[in-house]
C-alpha cells in the first residue's frame, strides 16, 4: 500500500510544502509514497501553492493500518487520532522531539533549523535528488514563512543557505520581495475568530497539561480592531474549554518583530510569567517572533516546576 507523508494538524506553509518536498524525496529514492495534509491549506499557504501551480496534497484525517511518514512534527497531539493503528516509517522534522513511538527502526532526521523544508533541502542534496523548479519556490517561501523573512531567533545559516541555493533553482531574484508578498497573503484576517485562532494551532502536553497555542502571524497589529480582539479573547475561553487547560494565542507583528500574548487559563499568571511578560490586558512581547523556541520552551518548563 502507498504509504502517506503528512503534516500535523491545522497545516501550515512549512507543514504542506514539506508534505510534497518529502514526498519528492521519497520517491527519488524509489519508495511508494503520496502527500497527505491534515487540513485544507490556510491563506499564505493558498497564495504559495497558486503562485507555483502546485496542487494540495490530499486531506486525510484517518490513517488506521497505513504506512505514515511524518513531517513537520513528532508529537503524538499533532498526529491523526488513530495513529496508534498506523505504522510509522519515518520523521523529517525540525522542532524538539516529541512523544511518538513506533513498533520498529524508524528513519529520523531531526535538525535544530528554522524549517523543515531546510532539513529536506539538505537530504535531496545528500541523496542526489532534484527538485523541480516550482517546487524549489514552494520550498523558499516554505522557510521565508517559518524564519519570517530570516528574521526569527530560530534562523540558521542553514535556513539562508538553503533559501539562496532554492531561489537560484526556482529563479527567484528578489526574496525580500517574495516574502512581503506572502506576509500580505498571510495577513488576511477575513475569517471567523475561530477560524483565526486555529489557522496555526497546536497542542502540547506539558506535564499532564494540555496547553494549545495558535500563532497569527501578520504585517502589523494594527490590523486588528478592538472588535476583532474582543471576539478573538472570547474565542479562546471556547477553545480553552474543549478539554483543555490552558489555550494561548501569539499575535505576531512582523514589521515590528514582537508579540501580543492572549491568555485563557486559571494559571495565566504562571503562563504570562514564564514568557516575561506582565499580566494585563495588553501583553506585548518585544523581540518574541517564535512559538518554537520563545514560547514552547518556557511553558514547559513553567508547567514542570
Known amino acids: ?103 520498529s527502526p524508524v528513519e529520523c532526521y531531526i535538525q535544530p533549523v528554522g524549517c523543515s523544508n531546510t532539513v529536506i ?39 539562508k543557505e538553503a533559501a539562496y541555493d532554492l531561489a537560484k533553482i526556482a529563479g527567484i531574484e528578489d526574496i525580500n520581495a517574495l516574502g512581503m508578498e506572502m506576509f500580505k497573503a498571510k495577513s488576511n484576517l477575513d475569517a471567523s475568530a475561530r477560524d483565526l485562532i486555529f489557522r496555526d494551532f497546536k497542542d502540547f502536553n506539558m506535564s499532564g497539561h494540555k496547553i494549545g497555542i495558535g500563532q497569527l502571524e501578520i504585517l502589523s497589529l494594527d490590523l486588528i480592531n478592538d472588535e476583532l480582539m474582543q471576539q478573538l479573547t472570547s474565542e479562546l475561553d471556547k477553545v480553552r474549554s474543549e478539554g483543555r487547560d490552558s489555550a ?3 499575535l505576531t507583528d512582523i514589521m515590528q518583530e514582537g508579540s501580543r500574548i492572549l491568555v485563557s487559563s486559571d494559571k495565566a499568571q504562571l503562563i504570562v510569567n514564564a514568557l516575561g511578560g506582565s499580566l494585563s490586558d495588553n501583553i506585548y512581547l518585544p523581540g518574541v517572533m517564535s512559538r518554537k523556541k520563545q514560547v514552547v520552551p518556557q511553558l514547559e518548563q513553567a508547567f514542570k516546576a
Do not use: W
Open 248 to 250: 494561548v494565542l501569539v
Open 1 to 103: 500500500m502507498t504509504a502517506l507523508v503528512i503534516g500535523h494538524k491545522n497545516p501550515d506553509t512549512d507543514s504542506i510544502i514539506s508534505a510534497l518536498s518529502a514526498t519528492n524525496l521519497y520517491r527519488g529514492r524509489g519508495f511508494d509514497v503520496q502527500s497527505a495534509a491534515q487540513g485544507k491549506p490556510a491563506p499564505e499557504t493558498q497564495f504559495v501553492l497558486e503562485k507555483f501551480n502546485l496542487t494540495a496534497p490530499e486531506e486525510v484525517h484517518e490513517v488506521a493500518g497505513r504506512e505514515l511518514y511524518l513531517v513537520d512534527y513528532s508529537d503524538l497531539a499533532q498526529a491523526p487520532d488513530d495513529f496508534a493503528k498506523a505504522k510509522l516509517l519515518g520523521i523529517i522534522d525540525h522542532h524538539k522531539l516529541g512523544d511518538v513511538t513506533s513498533d
Open 121 to 159: 533541502k539538505r537530504l535531496h542534496d545528500y541523496y542526489q535528488v532534484a527538485i523541480p523548479k516550482d517546487l524549489a519556490g514552494a520550498m523558499l517561501c516554505a522557510i521565508l514563512s517559518d524564519t519570517v523573512l530570516f528574521k526569527s531567533p530560530t534562523c540558521t545559516d542553514l535556513d
